[in-house]
């Protein structure tokens, strides 16, 4: 039995900035994350391990220096880690990049275990689009449960599983077979951190790397070729620059009275 | 009247053997520990010896301490008495210091005496005081008592035999009682004083009974000393001479690599010096009534962790020996022998206990170990420290803030870049400096002091990254070890040499961490430029300021016990308000923490009273308008803690603030 998660570096977009010329982000200097989403979705695989015994992998699409990301996930205990890297994959919109995920998933699937549950991040942080994973379980055909923060139940031999959706306002627990592929929110669990010798010995793995001729993929179906959506802009909201008003450090009652004013003035202060 | 030597040596012998044997078990076990280099620089480890463990001079730094002081060298004097009674009770009348020169016995004889009546009473107000007011409760043992009588036996039974002795010569020399008696007192005032009143009738059985009940009582002594805690009297000395020659203030370094163990699980990942401590303490209880976690009903009890370690050793060292599994967890909740994670946890590293240990022993850094153990092997810590081992790691501050928006805490001024060819000091403003909304206001002002003072100084704006002292602290050494080593490298290319710091966790992590990577720097804390500045006279108050009414200075650790910046504050301040700066109860190396060091800054506190509350109902004590710190972590804990308290008409400033008020208003 193997738990397949799919993890994503991103900028640490609380340091991005945007070339206003060129339209994209710049990314010189600025570090690199795991997608926090997917972060639980690696965290809950890992308990699934802990309580199952199955295998883990955790398989990422990107540049060679999406490694790290491998890495830090062989720190907390997957037990295969893939990076998906080639040219043709770049550029790639989210059905491209499922196309080549769901490649890969089925070649787990084939080649090591078979695949009973994918794990996603609800979304990344960068694109936003919450696309990805529910791309991969359409091209997989298997069982989609979106926004999950709860496994209620899983039982691997009767091929079932009980989730909890968070929605808004509202909670849904629903029942799907096996296989199935979800996307996690923050609530489902806390992510543990990793262990020294852990992160020494992951430290040392030189990640295994599947490009387009390990996946065989047609190139029109995968990187910008493959890609029928493009960012035309990007660019940052201007915003009107605030204003200080008083000093609240050495005079805060007259500082919060004077706010007061100003919000009031503005009708922002409902009375 | 003579002792039988046949008797007496075979029952002397048995109980050196019980002695031999039980500090042989004991020495061997701190053999287990792991080899660290503590012989080096003999003078002054001669010179500490001296001073703290023949001179006490810690032990007298506590009200009881002459008492102890009293028995130590009654000991010692005592030594030479005994020596006698055994080798008598080996060879009767063959050995017997009166065959010395009379001008020497004379002397000799009047010290054993009267040391003999002053062990006597200092035993006697020992005993009074654990039973009317103890040094903690605990201390009121049935141990205690036993040795306290054991002591107590010696001395009256060596009175006894002394006077019976006495007695025994005048009625066989013939002497005139009265004149004899006067000389006899003369020599040996209590010995010759009980001579008198013995009835000259039994004088042999006297002798007799008190030859044995010395005998015994000290055979006795001899057999329980070393499987108690009084083995302290063999191992405080040695611990004295193998202490620490540089403050406990930093942390060794860890060997990051793989099949490496990280932090201490097992007693024979301490040190051997660490494992002596453990026998070398007595349990006296001073470290745990400055320990402020102990102190405000926390699980956490310096004195037991020392304890545990020391039943750990003798419980699980057979099977340390053997290579076996040790049978009581090091960590954990089991009992005697185990230190309890939230014991572990409860440590805010002040250095109180080690302060107060008259024999040095090193409670902090052992706390550590045990905190690295988990960190970095169990990843087990309190979930609250998640995000901030993240944040360091990721954006190298405690709040995981951008490190682009580093130095917006000076858009406003005109701050330089630091350069090696035109900034003398690199201004290290900290992560609290930076983000910290409060804390800005002392960066400001600090750099208003410097530019009005004349000094040339620059900072590393958004390239500074976080000293790391949190998460060394913490136990995190390995996210410290990269922290440190990206720090030292980038003050190495950029040349720096001088630091000012404006917070007490940078300064002693540039200061004394960082030598272990290499690098030397001149750190100085803002409080002790600041009062160099105005003794040089290039800083000058006209006229004090009377805005911050009557202020009260609060030390932080980091800055006073951990690296002895104690005056620097307080006359900046005397400097700035015209007047010398209120005292508390505790005060200078006897302060007690804000609660905020080790990284308890990050973590939650639910049991027993916050620390920093207690803190501040002591501040408040003084009734000042203005609590005076140095640190901004103590400045966030006394501003919570007055809220808490809802003292709102008092304040509290940083140095830097009072001294802007009075120079630049």
């Known amino acids: ?271 | 009247m003579t002792p039988n030597p046949y008797l007496f040596a075979p029952l002397l012998f048995a109980s050196l053997a019980v002695f031999a044997l039980a500090c042989w078990k004991r020495l061997s076990l701190i053999s287990l520990g792991k080899p660290e280099q503590r012989c080096d620089s003999l003078g002054a480890r001669f010179n500490d010896m001296l001073l703290y463990a023949f001179g006490q001079k810690r032990v007298l730094a506590k009200p009881f301490g002459i008492n102890h002081f009293v028995i130590f060298w009654s000991f010692l004097i005592l030594l030479i008495a005994n020596t006698e009674f055994i080798l008598n009770g080996l060879f009767p009348h063959s050995i017997k210091l009166i065959m010395l020169p009379f001008e020497l016995y004379v002397p000799l004889a009047f010290m054993i005496d009267i040391a003999s009546l002053l062990a006597l009473a200092a035993v006697t107000v020992a005993a009074v005081r654990r039973l009317v007011a103890p040094p903690f409760p605990e201390a009121r043992t049935p141990e205690a008592f036993f040795i306290l009588t054991l002591i107590a036996t010696l001395m009256l039974a060596s009175f006894a035999l002394n006077a019976s002795e006495l007695a025994a010569f005048m009625l066989k020399s013939g002497a005139d009682p009265a004149s004899f008696l006067a000389e006899a007192r003369k020599v040996m005032p209590v010995s010759g004083l009980l001579a008198g009143l013995l009835p000259s009738l039994q004088l042999g059985t006297i002798h007799a009974v008190a030859w044995w009940a010395h005998a015994l009582a000290l055979m006795a002594f001899i057999c329980y000393l070393p499987n108690s805690k009084h083995m302290h009297i063999l191992t405080a000395i040695p611990n004295c001479f193998f202490q620490r020659l540089e403050k406990p203030n930093t942390q060794p370094r860890e060997d990051f690599a793989i099949g490496n163990t990280f932090g201490v699980d097992r007693v024979d990942r301490y040190s051997w010096k660490d494992l002596l401590d453990s026998f070398s303490c007595t349990e006296c209880g001073r470290c745990q009534k400055v320990c402020p976690a102990s102190i405000t009903g926390k699980p956490l009890n310096p004195r037991a962790v020392i304890h545990d370690i020391k039943v750990n050793l003798l419980e699980n060292g057979n099977a340390l020996k053997n290579g076996t599994a040790p049978r009581v967890p090091l960590i954990g909740e089991h009992g005697e022998g185990s230190v309890s994670e939230e014991s572990i946890w409860g440590c805010t590293t002040c250095g109180a206990c080690m302060e107060a240990c008259p024999v040095f022993i090193e409670q902090m850094p052992k706390i550590i170990e045990l905190r690295r153990h988990l960190v970095e092997s169990e990843a087990k810590f309190p979930e609250e420290l998640l995000n901030l081992f993240e944040n360091m790691e990721g954006r190298s501050n405690p709040w995981g803030i951008a490190p682009s928006e580093r130095a917006k805490w000076c858009n406003q001024l005109n701050v330089k870049p630091f350069d090696k060819d035109t900034t003398e000091y690199l201004f290290y403003v900290g992560c609290a400096g930076s983000f910290d909304s409060r804390a800005k206001h002392v960066s400001v002002a600090l750099t208003q002091l410097l530019d009005k003072a004349g000094i040339s100084w620059g900072i590393l704006g958004k390239d500074e990254k976080c000293c790391g002292d949190s998460v060394r602290r913490l136990g995190n050494e390995f996210v410290f070890d990269k922290m440190a080593r990206e720090n030292v490298t980038m003050f190495i290319e950029r040349g720096v040499t001088k630091v000012i710091t404006q917070c007490p966790h940078c300064f002693t992590t540039l200061k004394n961490d960082y030598r272990q990577y290499g690098l030397e720097l001149e750190v100085i804390h803002h409080s002790e430029l600041l009062r160099n500045l105005v003794r040089d006279g290039r800083l000058t108050v006209d006229k004090a300021t009377t805005e911050m009414g009557a202020t009260v200075f609060h030390d932080s650790c980091y800055l006073g016990r951990h690296n002895d910046v104690y005056e620097a504050p307080r006359e900046a301040l005397a400097a700035a308000t015209g007047a010398a700066p209120v005292e508390m109860e505790r005060n200078r190396n006897n302060a007690f923490c804000c609660g905020a060091g080790g990284g308890r800054m990050w973590m939650e506190e639910h049991v027993g009273e916050r620390i920093n509350i207690t803190r501040v109902k002591e501040a408040l004590e003084q009734k000042p308008d203005t609590i005076c710190v140095a640190c901004p972590y103590c400045m966030t804990m006394f501003e919570d803690g007055l809220k808490d308290v809802k003292a709102d008409n008092v304040r509290v400033r940083d140095v830097a603030e009072v001294m802007a008020e009075a120079i630049l208003r």
Request: proline content about 6%; aromatic content about 4%; hydrophobic content about 45%.
């Open chain 1, 1 to 271: 039995m193997l738990i397949v998660v799919c993890i994503k570096q991103v900028p640490d977009t609380t340091q991005v900035q945007i070339d206003p010329v060129t339209n994209t982000l710049v990314r010189d200097g600025i570090p690199f994350i795991v997608n926090p989403y997917d972060t639980h979705a690696l965290e809950e695989a890992l308990r699934l391990k802990d309580r199952f015994g199955c295998k883990v992998a955790a398989i990422s699409m990107g540049p060679p220096n999406a490694e790290g990301t491998l890495k830090k996930a062989l720190a907390l205990g997957v037990d295969y880690a893939i990076l998906l890297s080639d040219r043709v994959f770049g550029g790639a919109d989210t059905l491209a990049t499922s196309n080549v995920l769901a490649a890969a998933i089925a070649k787990l699937h084939t080649e090591v275990d078979e695949v009973a549950l994918v794990l996603c991040g609800k979304q990344t942080i960068d694109g936003d689009t919450a696309q990805t994973g529910p791309g991969i379980a359409s091209r997989l055909d298997y069982q989609q449960l979106t926004l999950v923060d709860k496994i209620i139940d899983l039982d691997f031999s009767a091929q079932k599983i009980r989730v909890s959706r968070k929605l808004e306002g509202r909670h849904e627990i629903v029942d799907a077979p096996l296989p199935a592929m979800l996307t996690v929110v923050r609530e489902l669990n806390r992510p543990r951190y990793p262990k020294v010798q852990m992160r020494l010995a992951a430290a040392e793995v030189v990640v295994e790397v599947w490009n387009n001729k390990t996946l065989q993929l047609d190139e029109q179906k995968i990187g910008l070729k493959g890609s029928p959506t493009w960012v035309s802009k990007i660019f940052s909201p201007e915003r009107d620059k605030g204003e200080i008003i008083g000093d609240g450090y050495a005079d805060p009652t007259g500082t919060a009275a004077l706010l007061i004013e100003k919000l009031m003035a503005k009708d922002m202060l409902p009375l």
